[in-house]
């Protein structure tokens, strides 16, 4: 079983920046490569970032590449989202979760979630 546990989101002015952490626990979750997804009211789950614990090996939407990063400390078991040049549009609830194949980018291939956190976007 894996926990994740995602915290740091806000409300924040247009061309602001948030950082947002995904705290993993569990006695596999280093085994399960991590991705961030985001989802806004009547709209689908949206992958935006993937991450191996092992390699640092990392992927992107390309809706999100050069705005957003995703990281990973491996001794605090947190993996990170930075968020810069926000947009009201990047408005959602960001989940993150864990899955089996690196680079899986359908909400589907995720078997373990967080609660998610809310980020608001002001213009």
């Known amino acids: 079983q894996v926990q994740l546990a995602e915290s740091g989101g806000g409300l924040v002015q247009a061309g602001g920046s948030l950082r947002l952490s995904c705290a993993a626990s569990?006695?596999?979750?280093?085994?399960?490569?991590v991705g961030w997804f985001r989802q806004a009211p009547g709209k689908e789950r949206e992958f935006l970032a993937a991450i191996r614990w092992s390699s640092g090996s990392t992927i992107y939407a390309d809706s999100v590449k050069g705005r957003f990063t995703i990281s990973r400390d491996n001794a605090k078991n947190t993996v990170y989202l930075q968020m810069n040049s926000l947009k009201p549009e990047d408005t959602a609830a960001y989940y993150c979760?864990?899955?089996?194949?690196?680079?899986?980018?359908?909400?589907?291939?995720?078997?373990?979630w967080g609660q998610g956190t809310q980020v608001a976007v002001s213009s």
């Open positions: 569990g006695r596999t979750f280093s085994s399960y490569p």
């Open positions: 979760a864990a899955g089996v194949i690196f680079g899986a980018r359908h909400a589907r291939d995720y078997s373990y």
